[in-house]
């Protein structure tokens, strides 16, 4: 079901996130803004993000930072020319700081330390309206292709 979100509810120099399967596509719109050193992922948290206290559900911010680890990535892969493939999270790991309320701009802004043939291994802080809330490292193996 498309969600739908309004220009104005999007921050400036963010664009719709060309990446991602079905299961993000179910749970966003999410946005994108790379720079030269790192890629932010966001959105606008909605209700449906959120546990009974009105803040982002843990489940959802780990899974927001899952993907904002892996777009940043996959993102910075093909800025450095390697051909689009399937990338698969190995390991995260994640630090809860501070909860994230309904209607804020949740984003991921990561930076990927290795970039190798076989693992990319990244790390992020989660912002809401520009305060931390999390913090997450991963490590993405590459798979086959994409077609």
């Not at 680890?69 to 790991?93: D, F, K, N, Q």
């Not at 990244?122 to 798979?143: I, N």
Request: hydrophobic share 40%; glycine share 12%.
């Amino acid at each position: 079901m498309a969600h739908p979100i309004h220009p104005e509810d999007v921050p400036e120099g963010f664009g719709p996130a060309t990446h991602g399967g079905p299961y993000a596509k179910e749970l966003g719109p999410f946005w994108s803004k790379p720079s030269e050193t790192q890629v932010a992922l966001g959105l606008r948290l909605q209700r449906r993000h959120c546990n009974s206290a009105g803040a982002a559900h843990g489940g959802f911010v780990a899974t927001l930072a899952d993907l904002g680890l892996i777009h940043a990535a996959a993102v910075m892969r093909e800025r450095a020319g390697w051909p689009r493939h399937h990338l698969t999270t190995v390991s995260l790991s994640l630090d809860y700081l501070a909860p994230a309320k309904e209607g804020c701009w949740l984003e991921v802004r990561a930076e990927v330390s290795r970039l190798g043939r076989n693992l990319c291994f990244t790390e992020g802080v989660m912002l809401a309206d520009g305060r931390r809330v999390a913090r997450a490292s991963g490590v993405m193996a590459v798979l086959g292709p994409r077609e």
